[in-house]
């Protein structure tokens, strides 16, 4: 029975707009329309600024299309969006586990400009909350998309219980190894924690779990969990650079790791070139033989010693010079010059003449300097200044400053045949 009320009594439903205005409780029932709308209509949901994040916030991972009506490629990803998210509902059918969104950015600005879109389509993901900062760039079929997500899902901390298991990790990733003794008992905390992290970072570092004998050799002998970080190009130690505190918080894994795995010197494949060349910040390359580790470790060393204040104005990377002969050969060289330094700003490559005088404090941050001083570009048109900075020996220097490739790499940047694009980066 409801309760009687006397007619002096001000009814509910005016005490509620009261308490809150209208348009607050119009704009709440808006969005509670539009979620029971998009829950029972569409395997797609289209998603505007006013909804994005009250409908994101509750699912585990969000497959997002950033999209426009009239774009070609946009046009022929849709089906096979739809029908990713058909076979992915059946997989994954738990409520909050996966969405599949659009969001119409001629239609809706506001979300373009807040992810940075520049090109249609852009496919991003948001795991547990979280923007991922690597955008898909893969196959634009059903089954590879799928797959794609499938991984994503996937525990990413693989398991270790023997020494024959751990020599096998790869050199040539960084690695998160978390020591632990498993006579204490399961962690499951801190074992969800540091799965959330391996998730944020899958595309920078390995994640293992270590049981067993490799425990006693290599973990802290007074914790019964310890995390520690092995560089690239090298094998689990127990000097390796270890979390300094019990593992109880996200965030403080979080940091360490991110600041471990993501390194101011990285590769470039063919793999993720057009990521990087989507930065927009010219390359300062060190092309050396893949057996190659003594250069690459001079290198990587240098630039953390002299050139981490410019950071923010270039990208300190690795090739194979072997894989990327191709730049190679525009710089008139073959695998057997290698190592060698390149800059290579998207218009033009800049060979550093003498690779061995990288070791002299200050070459390499000249060398970068004359680029944006306009020095290295003016001298390709008018020939050495009179008074030049010398980077290399003689008349061989004069030739290389004076005839400088058009780039390679900005060849690998997002296509015209595979995008459309909003403005040239490059």
Request: aromatic share 12%; glycine share 4%; with cysteine.
């Amino acid at each position: 029975m409801w309760p009687i009320r006397s007619s002096n009594q001000t009814p509910d439903f005016q005490i509620l707009f009261r308490k809150f205005p209208t348009k607050i409780i119009f704009h709440c029932l808006l969005i509670a329309l539009s979620w029971l709308t998009k829950s029972t209509n569409a395997n797609v949901v289209s998603l505007t600024s006013h909804d994005f994040d009250a409908y994101t916030s509750h699912y585990e991972l969000v497959f997002l299309n950033f999209y426009a009506d009239w774009c070609r490629f946009s046009q022929l990803l849709a089906p096979i969006f739809e029908e990713v998210s058909k076979k992915i509902s059946v997989e994954f059918p738990d409520e909050g586990k996966v969405l599949f969104a659009k969001i119409d950015c001629d239609q809706d600005s506001a979300l373009g400009q807040r992810f940075h879109i520049t090109k249609y389509p852009t496919l991003k993901v948001m795991l547990n909350g979280k923007l991922f900062k690597r955008e898909y760039r893969g196959q634009r079929s059903a089954e590879a998309m799928a797959q794609y997500i499938r991984d994503l899902l996937k525990d990413p901390i693989i398991p270790i219980n023997s020494f024959d298991e751990l020599n096998k990790i790869d050199e040539k990733k960084g690695a998160i190894l978390a020591y632990f003794r498993s006579e204490a008992g399961f962690k499951k905390i801190e074992y969800d924690l540091l799965r959330k992290v391996a998730r944020d970072l899958r595309d920078d570092c390995k994640f293992y779990w270590v049981t067993g004998p490799p425990v006693d050799t290599y973990g802290t002998a007074d914790k019964v969990l310890s995390i520690k970080f092995k560089p690239t190009r090298s094998q689990p130690s127990s000097d390796n650079l270890e979390f300094p505190t019990d593992l109880k918080s996200y965030d403080e894994l979080s940091t360490w790791a991110t600041d471990k795995c993501i390194p101011l010197v990285r590769e470039i494949t063919f793999e993720n070139a057009e990521e990087l060349t989507e930065e927009g910040l010219p390359f300062l390359i060190l092309f050396h033989h893949p057996d190659d580790k003594h250069s690459v470790e001079l290198y990587t060393k240098i630039v953390n010693q002299e050139l981490l204040s410019e950071s923010g104005t270039i990208n300190f990377l690795l090739a194979d010079g072997v894989k990327f002969a191709h730049p190679l050969m525009h710089l008139g060289k073959t695998p057997k010059d290698l190592p060698l330094v390149a800059i290579d700003s998207f218009r033009h490559m800049y060979m550093f003449p003498n690779f061995d005088d990288i070791r002299k404090p200050g070459k390499l941050k000249q060398f970068i300097q004359d680029l944006y001083s306009g020095k290295l570009h003016r001298e390709f048109h008018f020939g050495p200044d009179p008074a030049s900075h010398d980077h290399g020996h003689g008349e061989e220097h004069n030739q290389l400053q004076t005839q400088p490739p058009e780039s390679t790499f900005a060849k690998l940047a997002p296509s015209r045949n595979r995008y459309t694009l909003l403005k040239d980066e490059l």
